[in-house]
């Protein structure tokens, strides 16, 4: 373990295909603006003593785009820009998603219905080296009102030469 706070784990695993270290971030961030602020201190804190391949994901609790918020009130995006900019310093980007814009709904009714994508994963530029092919799936929301995010990483796969057969004895 590198660091285990209230808002966030961070682990260091050893990768022995490639022979390195590999650290990974579960994020579970608060609501208020104060404990974020802490939260984005301690990744940015966390990332002198990263020396690897990173990933970080989880719950932020914060949107970065207006794009990732439907119904409630407008989002002003200053409140995004210290999670961005905690992002940018510690050098990570978003993967992405395939599946739902959202990944959390308040489960109001229609009306007063929230939904937004506040779960998320970000790697950094060693891990894209090391996993070429990075997918992150948001998945079926089961009995929260989150959904469930799926990661798959993995080298690119060199494709061997198929032969064709017209008989194959």
Same mark, same amino acid.
């Given at each position: 373990?590198?660091?285990?706070?209230?808002?966030?784990? /961070?682990?260091?695993?050893?990768?022995?295909?490639?022979?390195?270290?590999?650290?990974?971030?579960?994020?579970?961030?608060?609501?208020?603006?104060?404990?974020?602020?802490?939260?984005?201190?301690?990744?940015?804190? =966390?990332?002198?003593?990263?020396?690897?391949?990173?990933? =970080?994901?989880?719950?932020?609790?914060?949107?970065?785009?207006?794009?990732?918020?439907?119904?409630?009130?407008?989002?002003?995006?200053?409140?995004?820009?210290?999670? *961005?900019?905690?992002?940018?310093?510690?050098?990570?980007?978003?993967?992405?998603? =395939?599946?739902?814009?959202? /990944? %959390?709904?308040?489960? %109001?009714?229609?009306?007063?219905?929230? %939904?937004?994508?506040?779960?998320?994963?970000?790697? *950094?530029?060693? %891990?894209?080296?090391?996993?070429?092919?990075?997918?992150?799936?948001?998945?079926?929301?089961?009995?929260?009102?989150?959904? !469930?995010?799926?990661?798959?990483?993995?080298?690119?796969?060199?494709?061997?030469?198929? !032969?064709?057969?017209?008989?194959?004895?």
């Amino acid at each position: 373990m590198v660091d285990n706070k209230e808002q966030q784990l /961070t682990i260091k695993m050893q990768y022995t295909p490639a022979n390195c270290d590999l650290f990974l971030t579960a994020v579970y961030a608060k609501c208020t603006e104060n404990k974020k602020r802490e939260l984005w201190s301690s990744l940015e804190d =966390i990332r002198t003593h990263i020396n690897g391949p990173w990933c =970080i994901g989880g719950d932020f609790n914060v949107i970065l785009d207006l794009e990732e918020t439907k119904g409630g009130n407008p989002h002003r995006m200053h409140r995004s820009f210290e999670f *961005s900019s905690c992002m940018d310093n510690c050098e990570v980007v978003d993967l992405g998603f =395939i599946g739902p814009k959202s /990944t %959390w709904c308040n489960n %109001w009714r229609a009306r007063k219905r929230i %939904w937004k994508r506040l779960d998320r994963v970000f790697v *950094s530029d060693l %891990w894209t080296q090391l996993f070429q092919i990075n997918m992150v799936k948001h998945l079926a929301r089961t009995g929260s009102d989150h959904r !469930h995010v799926l990661i798959k990483c993995q080298k690119e796969t060199q494709a061997g030469i198929k !032969h064709f057969k017209f008989l194959d004895f």
